[in-house]
């Protein structure tokens, strides 16, 4: 706008009867703001293609990136709401074999949000035989899975092993003054077995423990039973392809 109302104003002053008659006298200082107006246009100009290059880039190294899962086939459903655990549980199970029933579907999982959505759920944990700490209290994300989560995501896993339920590996369920101590199975991730101070190896069948106010700080994450490569309800399904 600047280098565009410059030559405009600068021609205003000019007085027809003098243009006509061509009795013009150019200032000598007005080449040098010309010149600078017209250096800075170009130069914003090429910043701006720079910036929109790096835009480009970042966004096709993003679309080309693996996420650590297969996320190709798959549809999102969201499960009816239900109040109360058991419920949900209940709507689960019938929707999956409605599904499975389909020749079209060939693997059906659940979890409480996508793998690729920000994870809302965390939770500060002790890793085993370390004190009850401020310093020590290790924040996790925590993403509640189905048994074949990782089997259907195709996550790979570094060591340790998968969810089972042929070895009735629990659920997660909340502590309350009936139940003041729970325990469940866990699959972490590398980054957050190296938060925790351990290694791939050193992290399989670690206690991971998870202070609440309901227990007193007596709540037990039991087992770490895998570690994942990523930090990580979806249907798989075969000739069906949905938008």
């Known amino acids: 706008c600047i280098a565009g109302s410059y030559p405009a104003f600068y021609l205003s002053n000019f007085k027809p009867a003098q243009v006509l008659k061509g009795d013009l006298v150019q200032g000598r200082g007005s080449s040098h703001l010309r010149k600078a107006l017209v250096i800075t246009q170009f130069s914003m100009s090429i910043i701006l293609l ?14 080309k990136l693996d996420p650590g899962y297969n996320k190709a086939q798959n549809l999102i459903l969201a499960t009816p709401y239900a109040s109360g655990l058991q419920d949900m549980n209940t709507i689960y199970r019938a929707m999956r074999e409605e599904l499975l029933a389909h ?110 106010a309901t227990q007193n700080g007596n709540d037990f994450y039991k087992g770490v039973g895998a570690v994942v490569a990523p930090t990580f309800h979806r249907l798989r399904v075969g000739s069906l392809h949905a938008g």
């Open 103 to 212: 020749p079209g579907v060939l693997s059906v999982t659940r979890s409480n949000q996508a793998p690729a959505n920000t994870l809302l759920n965390s939770s500060g944990y002790y890793a085993e035989n370390v004190a009850q700490t401020e310093d020590n209290m290790v924040p996790l994300d925590i993403l509640n899975v189905g048994f074949n989560f990782i089997e259907h995501y195709e996550i790979p896993l570094l060591a340790g092993r998968n969810f089972s339920e042929e070895r009735s590996d629990p659920f997660r369920v909340f502590p309350d003054e009936t139940t003041p101590v729970t325990k469940t199975v866990a699959v972490i991730s590398r980054s957050a077995a190296s938060g925790l101070g351990y290694s791939v190896q050193e992290a399989i069948g670690k206690r991971l423990r998870a202070p609440t």
């Open 50 to 63: 720079i910036c929109t290059a790096i835009v480009v880039m970042q966004t096709q190294y993003a679309r």
